[in-house]
């Protein structure tokens, strides 16, 4: 198992900027990506972005622009930084990895999420 602990939410005025952490219970194992994912109300979750462990990362298109994934595998972390946040960013944000198994399949794990506020 793996616990993961988000922080770094909170409210932000719009053009401003964030940076998201989040913490994983212990390092990571196999081929293996740690990212975000965002949910806003009444609308599905959906992908911000994730990084590999070999440094590969995968964005949302519509936020590639102002996104950027980073992690420091050595301290189990993986980050996101937004800029030029809008209202439309308001949302619950999940910290999410995906770790490979011997076997050849993989286990998600996802953090209890935190809240970003733009305001307009």
């Known amino acids: 198992q793996v616990q993961l602990v988000e922080s770094g939410g909170g409210l932000v005025q719009t053009g401003g900027s964030l940076r998201l952490s989040c913490v994983a219970s212990r390092r990571i194992y196999g081929y293996n990506v740690m990212g975000w994912y965002r949910q806003a109300p009444g609308k599905q979750r959906e992908l911000v972005g994730t990084?590999?462990?070999?440094?590969?990362?995968d964005y949302a298109e519509s936020l590639k622009d102002r996104a950027t994934i980073s992690r420091d595998s050595a301290k189990n972390t993986v980050y996101l930084q937004m800029s030029r946040l809008k209202p439309d960013d308001t949302a619950l944000y999940y910290c999410y990895v995906r770790e490979g198994t011997p076997l050849g399949s993989s286990n998600e794990y996802w953090g209890q999420g935190t809240q970003v506020t733009v305001s307009s």
């Open positions: 990084i590999s462990n070999g440094g590969i990362s």
